[in-house]
């Protein structure tokens, strides 16, 4: 597509419960970032994927939190057994190549709440 | 010390006056400079990319790198309301994939 697009935007959930974010990055991109942006806060980094491998989890807060990616393309980030704390943006970028020296696109994140 | 150093702001100007945003940083390394600017509810865009130093300009906004400095800036000419929004920056060095932000400089442009 012609930007970094995720659904839903907003996704309002109990505790407790389980999420799926969804991210579609730019055609061709092969490098992918998940991020969550808290309020009045800068962004935290959560994963990087280079094509479907995920060589860096490190940004991950929980075992609760889970990402993957299919045909090098869509990426799913998978929150567990929910907690108030989650509520956040969760944003997502691509790239030409994690190591392409070319910068991110995001798209409009998701925005979480969670009761 | 964090890598990236941005004023939170609110900054607060006039329209039509001329905005300076800045980032300071502590990685000698960062090559590559980039701004955002993020509207309310929305994603970050990407304003202006840099490598190295020196300005690039673009329309009314011109991003300035001083590599001895540490410090880079956005400078936005002829404010408008419509530049009410954060603007973040982002460095990266080569040979990563790591792209590390500021925090984000919250800009009021009054009518």
């Known amino acids: 597509g012609a930007g970094v697009s995720q659904s839903p935007s907003n996704k309002v959930t109990e505790k407790g419960k389980d999420v799926e974010l969804r991210c579609d990055p730019i055609?061709?991109?092969?490098?992918l970032y998940w991020y969550r942006q808290s309020l009045g806060q800068g962004l935290e980094f959560l994963i990087y994927?280079?094509?479907?491998?995920?060589?860096?989890k490190s940004g991950l807060p929980s075992d609760r939190f889970s990402a993957e990616r299919t045909g090098g393309s869509v990426s799913t980030l998978t929150i567990q057994r929910t907690q108030q704390e989650d509520s956040a943006v969760y944003l997502c970028a691509s790239t030409t190549g994690g190591y392409s020296n070319q910068p991110q696109h995001f798209g409009d994140g998701t925005r979480l709440s969670i009761l | 010390q964090k890598e990236v150093e941005q004023d939170p702001g609110p900054l607060s100007v006039p329209e039509g006056a001329i905005v300076s945003l800045n980032c300071t940083y502590s990685n000698s390394a960062f090559q590559y400079f980039m701004w955002y600017r993020q509207y309310s509810r929305k994603g970050p865009e990407l304003l202006m990319y840099?490598?190295?130093?020196g300005n690039k300009e673009d329309g009314r906004f011109t991003a300035q790198v001083d590599k001895s400095s540490k410090y880079i800036s956005l400078f936005i000419r002829d404010s408008q309301p419509s530049d009410s929004a954060t603007y973040l920056c982002a460095m990266k060095t080569s040979g990563t994939y790591k792209y590390i932000f500021g925090t984000g400089t919250r800009l009021k442009v009054l009518a």
């Open positions: 994927f280079q094509g479907n491998s995920a060589p860096d």
């Open positions: 055609s061709g991109h092969t490098a």
């Open positions: 840099t490598y190295s130093s």
